[in-house]
Nanobody, 126 residues
Framework: QVQLVESGGGLVQAGGSLRLSCAAS????????MGWFRQAPGKEREFVAA????????YYSNSVKGRFTISRDNAKNTVYLQMSSLRPEDTAVYYC???????????????????WGQGTQVTVSS
């Protein structure tokens, strides 16, 4: 089972950009579909983006589509979330998650994911 560590969060002005990284331990990273979720204070955790094992399939929530890009480098055991045109409503703790799967399907519900990172704070000021 992989372990996940996120990095790259911080404080940015509205309209700015950040790139989050999620490094996975272990030699089976390519056996996992990966997802990014976020949770704002007082709100439920919500899906942001997901990517299939090989990286050929991606999916985004409507709220971030066209602004965020998920990618992965299986040689580096890392998944990324490039965030652009950030808005104050993007402020949240961002979590990466891994789903062990033999398929190329990606899921948007947190219950499908087996392993979670500790989260990284993203704060967007207006």
């Amino acid at each position: 089972q992989v372990q996940l560590v996120e990095s790259g969060g911080g404080l940015v002005q509205a309209g700015g950009s950040l790139r989050l990284s999620c490094a996975a331990s272990g030699r089976t990273f390519s056996s996992y579909a990966m997802g990014w979720f976020r949770q704002a204070p007082g709100k439920e955790r919500e899906f942001v983006a997901a990517i299939s094992r090989g990286g050929g399939i991606t999916y985004y929530s409507n709220s971030v589509k066209g602004r965020f890009t998920i990618s992965r480098d299986n040689a580096k055991n890392t998944v990324y979330l490039q965030m652009s045109s950030l808005r104050p409503e993007d402020t949240a703790v961002y979590y990466c998650a891994a789903e062990a799967t033999a398929s190329w399907v990606v899921h948007t519900t947190s219950q499908q994911y087996d392993v979670w990172g500790q989260g990284t704070q993203v704060t967007v000021s207006s």
